[in-house]
């Protein structure tokens, strides 16, 4: 070990996110000083004392500000859709490699990079590539930096559970990936958090990859079942080729913010789960929990 969070400063790049509040929460908990920096800090709430900063990773002088008289530094910032102003290689490159090289030329004593499970330069989602360009910029830039891969996140305001909960309340059916063979690992929000502070003080994590799942891996079509039978709804399943999903994402993608993309459709088409040969929660003294465990605690059951 490496000191406790006790006597560390930390800035938490992407704090005012789902997994950024998380993170910024428990390392507060842990004792630590902790500094937000996002494009709009004062978004949402967070815990008493944690200071707020202004930081855009398209500029580099205010990275290097949010980073000052730091000890620890985590990146959680992620964008899953593309916008004109926002592309995947602006954040999770170039932005990832301006926070590495902050870090490095700063006070920095570990830096933690959150990327994602399935991490592939030769994928056809433009978002993977990005994500494993981005790792390849912060090893550069930061060779002792921690990577942390967690697979698809879940909690109190996800994107994820809440989405497809949506979803099964508004249709007559629910559509189907495919056959929905897929496989996913959810993984609890807190779950990473804790993993953030542990590898961050934690002298044998330097330098290293770890992937985060869930206590159980589900298909696509378990886990829908699964959300079904929690809201208390029954609900026809409809497997769509993937052809037709791609035939909407491309029909969609006039919108300005798609319900669907190609990156996403892509993105499905592979396994989310944990690799066994990389470390885990397990190595970082975690245990993981299953999605059903935590689903009762923050999505009720549909109303009659």
Do not use: C
Not at 23 to 42: M, S, W, Y
Not at 218 to 244: D, K, V
Not at 253 to 280: C, F, S, W, Y
């Amino acid at each position: 070990m490496e000191g406790t969070a006790a006597d560390k400063r930390a800035t938490v790049f992407g704090g005012t996110g789902f997994l950024g509040r998380a993170i910024v929460k428990r390392l507060k908990a842990e004792g630590a000083r902790v500094r937000v920096a996002a494009r709009r800090p004062d978004a949402g709430a967070r815990p008493a004392g944690v200071e707020a900063v202004t930081a855009d990773l398209r500029d580099v002088d205010s990275v290097a500000r949010a980073v000052a008289d730091t000890d620890w530094v985590v990146n959680a910032v992620g964008l899953y859709l593309e916008s004109r102003g926002e592309t995947f290689q602006a954040v999770h490159v170039e932005g990832a490699r301006a926070v590495a090289q902050a870090a490095a030329r700063g006070s920095a004593q570990a830096l933690v990079h959150i990327s994602g499970i399935g991490v592939d330069l030769a994928s056809e989602s433009s978002y993977v590539r990005a994500r494993a360009a981005g790792e390849a910029a912060v090893r550069e830039a930061f060779p002792e930096a921690t990577t942390l891969r967690p697979s698809v996140l879940f909690g109190p305001e996800d994107s994820f559970s809440n989405s497809l909960a949506r979803i099964a309340r508004l249709l007559p059916a629910f559509p189907l990936f495919g056959d929905g063979r897929t496989r996913l690992q959810p993984v609890y929000v807190e779950d990473v958090a804790a993993a953030v502070a542990r590898t961050l003080s934690l002298a044998e994590a330097r330098g290293r990859t770890y992937e985060l799942g869930g206590k159980e891996s589900y298909s696509y079509r378990a886990l829908i079942e699964l959300l079904l039978r929690h809201i208390g709804i029954r609900r026809p399943l409809l497997p769509l080729p993937f052809a037709l999903w791609q035939a909407q994402a491309s029909l969609l993608g006039l919108l300005p913010k798609p319900p669907i993309t190609h990156d996403q459709i892509a993105l499905m088409r592979k396994d989310n789960v944990v690799d066994p040969e990389l470390p885990g929660f397990a190595e970082l003294g975690i245990q993981a929990a299953a999605l059903e465990e935590i689903l009762p605690t923050y999505l009720g059951a549909a109303k009659s």
